[in-house]
């Protein structure tokens, strides 16, 4: 049980990684705190996770509203004593569009929910890791961040600057107990799978099949747990060895 007595918080957990992080952390032992912005598939996996536990608290939160997500950090506080773990997950990706096509307007909303989405979640959470001497915070960024997918440079720069940020905010809070990383996949298998194991091929990898969302939940619940105690400021790409695009 590595999450034993643990406070985890997952954002974007209504459907693939985050859900999949969620049930992890949960049947691992970890008090549990999901927001999405979905409330239906947001309630669906709150009756998964009480399937480990009854320590459980669903709030629908878009992480782009700061007044909403320190609201509702407070509520998890106060419901858990603190929030121990935080997965910034939630994202928005479906986009493709060249970019001549894509709008002063798409830009500005990528970078509200991807960049200051975590942001504002990360301001929320820190000051209770700081006075804890405690924290784990996984970023989930892409590997978009690392080489630029092409007609997603919208995508791949809010991509890019949470990896920055990870790196940066890293070398301020480790001292203080809290470390800071970050996961990059690259393609995973459709969100919309129920089935956490579920993989399609792809040649976008020497391995020749997306990876699922069990896998990307393994990576960021070892990351979250103690067993990384020796592991801040990375970002570690989960992508099967992508061949570059
Ligand atoms: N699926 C992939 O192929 C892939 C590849 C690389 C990186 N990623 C990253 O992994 C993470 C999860 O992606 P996924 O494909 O598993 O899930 P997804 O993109 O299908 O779903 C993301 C979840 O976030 C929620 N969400 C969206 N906007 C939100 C907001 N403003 N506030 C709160 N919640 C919000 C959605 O409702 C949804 O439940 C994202 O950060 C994504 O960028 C995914």
């Not at 709030?59 to 007044?67: A, F, G």
């Not at 773990?85 to 909303?109: G, H, M, P, Y």
């Amino acid at each position: 049980m590595r999450f034993r007595n643990r406070t985890a918080l997952i954002t974007g957990a209504g459907v693939g990684i985050g859900r999949a992080a969620a049930l992890r952390m949960a049947e691992e032992g970890a008090n549990v705190v999901i927001f999405d912005v979905n409330p239906e598939t947001l309630g669906t996996v709150e009756r998964e996770v009480r399937a480990f536990t009854e320590n459980v608290l669903a709030c629908v939160c878009d992480v782009s509203d700061e007044e909403s997500v320190n609201k509702l950090v407070k509520d998890a506080e106060k419901r858990f004593g603190g929030v121990d773990i935080l997965v910034n997950n939630a994202a928005l990706w479906r986009c493709w569009k060249s970019f001549q096509d894509t709008t002063t307007e798409d830009w500005r909303r990528y970078m509200d929910v991807n960049v200051m989405g975590t942001v504002y979640m990360t301001k929320a959470v820190l000051p209770g890791m700081l006075a804890r001497k405690y924290g784990r915070i996984v970023n989930v960024a892409s590997v978009a961040g690392v080489y630029g997918n092409a007609n997603m440079a919208h995508y791949s720069a809010t991509k890019g600057a949470v990896i920055a940020m990870t790196r940066a905010l890293a070398k301020e809070v480790t001292d203080k107990g809290v470390l800071v990383n970050c996961v990059s996949p690259g393609s995973v298998s459709s969100s919309e799978d129920p089935d956490v194991h579920s993989f399609q091929p792809s040649t976008l990898s020497f391995m020749g099949r997306t990876g699922t969302d069990a896998e990307n939940a393994n990576l960021i619940c070892f990351l979250a747990s103690d067993e990384a105690s020796y592991i801040s400021g990375q970002n570690i790409q989960i992508d099967g060895c992508r061949r570059k695009q």
